[in-house]
């Protein structure tokens, strides 16, 4: 009896709630977002960034470390990436809310001309 129940649950919650599609949907879009934000890094900021670099390629940037190498080049690759990244979604989440508040702006107003046209 349990088992049977904690199956309907998890079939409610897989397959009728949209979760593993809203879930699928949104890997997807991450993954194409990753691949916009590194051809942006990789192909185009970066090539304008290696000639500052003294080996002439900024990957290839390391620091000597006791027998091994820092992989500097590397990281600032990565936090390049992630900066990119945020500032995408920052400027996607800040157009989200404009939007919303002129929605419901412009609903307001809608309701005021109809609440004044009732009136009369």
């Known amino acids: 009896m349990p088992f049977s129940r904690w199956l309907r649950e998890y079939k409610d919650f897989f397959f009728q709630k949209g979760n593993a599609l809203n879930l699928a949907i949104a890997v ?8 916009i934000v590194d051809a942006i890094s990789k192909d185009l900021l970066m090539p304008l960034l290696n000639p500052l670099v003294r080996g002439g390629s900024w990957q290839s ?3 000597p470390y006791f027998g091994g190498e820092l992989a500097i080049g590397r990281i600032l690759d990565v936090v390049l990436n992630s900066l990119l990244v945020g500032w995408a979604l920052f400027l996607i989440i800040k157009v989200i809310n404009r939007s919303e508040r002129l929605t419901s702006s412009g609903v307001e107003k809608l309701r005021g001309q109809t609440s004044q046209d009732g009136d009369r």
Do not use: D, E, R
């Open 28 to 35: 997807v879009v991450g993954t194409q977002f990753q691949q």
């Open 61 to 63: 940037l390391a620091i």
